[in-house]
C-alpha cells in the first residue's frame, strides 16, 4: 500500500459500528474500501471499553479521541478529530457538521488536503434542539459546503436543498441495506416475546417527536386489527418516559426497550405484517433501507425523503386517522406487491458494494457526469426556513 491514500473516516462513536446510521456507514465503508485505501477511523472512549479498544480493525487503524461522540461534546470531538487526521492522512471524510467551523482553518493550512463532508439529513432542522443548537448547527452546515472539496447528500432532496441554497453541487450517496438479513423466529426469541405468534406491525426508532412516534401509537390504539411491535430508547428522554406511561398498557401496543443483538431484532422485523415507518426529518433513512430489504410492505409517513427513498412505492399516511384507517383496512391493500418492490428497489439502490463504490469514486475524483434531475418540489416549510 505504498502508494495508497490515506483516508480518515472522521464524526462517528467508531468501528466496529454499535450505535446509529453514520456508525454502519463508517463500519461498511472499512469493509468495503480497505482494498483501495489506508483507513484510519476515529472512536471515541466513551462508548468503548478498555478491553474493547483495539488498535486495528479489518485493515483500518484505530484511534481514540477521550470525548463523547454525542451531544455538545461532539463538537469537539470532532475538532480534535479533524486536527489529528489532517498532519496523517491525504483525504477526510467528514460525517455531520457539528465541528465543520474549523475546516476554513484547515484549508487554509492544508491546501493539499482533500475535505468530504457528508451533511446528513439538515441536522439542524429537527425539533429537539433548541434555537440556539439549531443556529449553530445551521451555520456550521454553511461553513461546511462552503469549505469542503466535496459535499455529500444522502437522498436528492437533500442534493436539491444544497444546489437550492447554497449554489454548489452535491454528490447523492445513500446508504445500504444488505447487512441485515431475514430471519426466522426462533424459540428462544418467541418464549421472550410470545405475542410474536400473532401477526403484528412493527418499528424501530428513536423516541423522538421528529419520528412521529405519538401519532403512530394514536392511530394503533384506534383499531384492533393489528397490534404494534415498537422497540425503541423510551427511558432515554422526559419525552420518551411520558409516552411510555402513557400507553404502555394499551393492549394493541407492545413498547419495548432497545435491542442491540442484531439477529433478535431482525427476527422481529423479518416477521413483522407490515413496516411503519415515521420519520419526517433527515434524508435517507437507515431503518427504512433495512426495512425495505428485509422484504417488507412499507407505510411511511409522507415526506419527500421517504417518497424518494421508496420511489412512491409504498404506502403513506399524514396523520394518525389515515394511519388507522390504512391498519384497519389492510387485507385491501397489496402488501405482497409492495413488499416486492421495496425488496427490488432495495437491492438496486441500497446494497453497501454500490455504496462503498460510490464514496471509492468520489475520494478519487471519478464523478458522475450525469446531472440530477429534480422532478419535484421541496416542502413549502423547508423553503420558508431556507430564506429565513
Known amino acids: 500500500m505504498q502508494n495508497t491514500k490515506k483516508l480518515a473516516i472522521i464524526g462517528t462513536v467508531g468501528v466496529p459500528a454499535r450505535y446509529g446510521g453514520f456508525e454502519t ?5 472499512v469493509e468495503n474500501l480497505d482494498d483501495r485505501f489506508e483507513l484510519t477511523v476515529y472512536n471515541s472512549t466513551h462508548h468503548y471499553s478498555a478491553k474493547e479498544r483495539v488498535k486495528t480493525w479489518k485493515g483500518a487503524k484505530i484511534k481514540y479521541i477521550p470525548l463523547s461522540a454525542n451531544g455538545v461534546a461532539s463538537i469537539f470531538y470532532d475538532i480534535w478529530s479533524m486536527i489529528h487526521a489532517v498532519i496523517y492522512c491525504d483525504i477526510l471524510l467528514i460525517l455531520g457538521v457539528s465541528g465543520c467551523l474549523v475546516l476554513p482553518l484547515i484549508k487554509l493550512f492544508f491546501p493539499s488536503k482533500k475535505l468530504i463532508v457528508n451533511i446528513d439529513g439538515l441536522e439542524w432542522r429537527r425539533p429537539k434542539w433548541n434555537r440556539y443548537a439549531k443556529n449553530f448547527l445551521r451555520l456550521s ?3 461546511a459546503v462552503w469549505a469542503a472539496d466535496e459535499v455529500v447528500a444522502d437522498n436528492a432532496a437533500i442534493q436539491k436543498y444544497v444546489v437550492e441554497l447554497y449554489g454548489v453541487s452535491a454528490n447523492l450517496i445513500e446508504y445500504g ?3 441485515h438479513e431475514a430471519q426466522n423466529l426462533s424459540v428462544p426469541v418467541v418464549s421472550q416475546f410470545p405475542f410474536l405468534l400473532q401477526e403484528y406491525a412493527f418499528k424501530v426508532s428513536r423516541i423522538e417527536p421528529e419520528n412521529n412516534i405519538q ?6 390504539i384506534k383499531q384492533h386489527a393489528l397490534p404494534l411491535v415498537l422497540v425503541g430508547n423510551w427511558q432515554n428522554s422526559d419525552y420518551g418516559k411520558s409516552l411510555y406511561a402513557e400507553y404502555c398498557m394499551h393492549p394493541q401496543l407492545h413498547l419495548l426497550d432497545p435491542i442491540y443483538d442484531q439477529k433478535v431484532l431482525n427476527e422481529l422485523r423479518s416477521n413483522a405484517k407490515v413496516y411503519i415507518h415515521g420519520h419526517s426529518a433527515g434524508g435517507t433513512n437507515p431503518s427504512l ?9 412499507i407505510i411511511s409517513f409522507d415526506v419527500i425523503y421517504n417518497r424518494i427513498t421508496t ?11 389515515q394511519l388507522a384507517k ?3 383496512y389492510l387485507k385491501v391493500l397489496e402488501l405482497d406487491a409492495v413488499a416486492i418492490k421495496m425488496k427490488d428497489l432495495a437491492n438496486r439502490r441500497y446494497r453497501w458494494s454500490i455504496i462503498g463504490n460510490k464514496y471509492g469514486d468520489l475520494i478519487l475524483g471519478k464523478k458522475s457526469e450525469v446531472e440530477p434531475v429534480f422532478d419535484f418540489e421541496l416542502p413549502l416549510a423547508l423553503r420558508q426556513v431556507m430564506y429565513s
Do not use: K
Open 25 to 29: 456507514l463508517a463500519h461498511q465503508l
Open 141 to 143: 452546515e454553511r461553513v
Open 177 to 179: 441495506g444488505d447487512h
Open 215 to 220: 401519532m403512530i401509537l394514536d392511530a394503533f
Open 289 to 297: 433501507v433495512e426495512a425495505m430489504h428485509l422484504g417488507l410492505p
Open 311 to 321: 420511489e412512491h412505492q409504498a404506502y403513506y399516511f399524514e396523520n394518525a386517522t
Open 326 to 328: 390504512m391498519v384497519r
